[in-house]
């Protein structure tokens, strides 16, 4: 069974920077794509950024230019750099691995419990 654990949110001052890391663990022969959605109170779930096998990433408009999405140096890890927070960016984020091959194939989309990031003075 495949399971998503994030790490690394927390409350920040608007400017400020922290790092999100996401480990998938469970029996995984590989992971398509990896990436971070973000719901904040009384909106849905909107995607942040993905990453790709092959290295490829994609952005929210929103956070385009301040965050940054890595593939962790461990594998089948994700990290997410937020720098330049602002308070609109205050959300639960959700680690997301989709494309996952394990042992009975691929099934569906994985997500991990969320992590709160608050942007706040």
């Not at 069974?1 to 469970?26: F, K, N, W, Y």
């Amino acid at each position: 069974q495949v399971q998503l654990v994030e790490s690394g949110g927390g409350l920040v001052q608007p400017g400020g920077s922290l790092r999100l890391s996401c480990a998938a663990s469970g029996i995984i022969f590989s992971i398509g794509v990896m990436g971070w959605y973000r719901q904040a109170p009384g909106k849905q779930r909107e995607l942040v950024a993905t990453i790709l096998k092959d290295g490829t990433t994609t952005y929210a408009h929103s956070v385009k230019d301040r965050f940054t999405i890595s593939r962790g140096s461990a594998k089948n890890t994700v990290d997410l750099q937020m720098n330049s927070l602002k308070p609109e960016d205050t959300a639960v984020y959700y680690c997301t691995a989709d494309r996952v091959l394990t042992t009975t194939g691929y099934n569906g989309v994985y997500w991990g419990q969320g992590t709160q990031v608050t942007v706040s003075s």
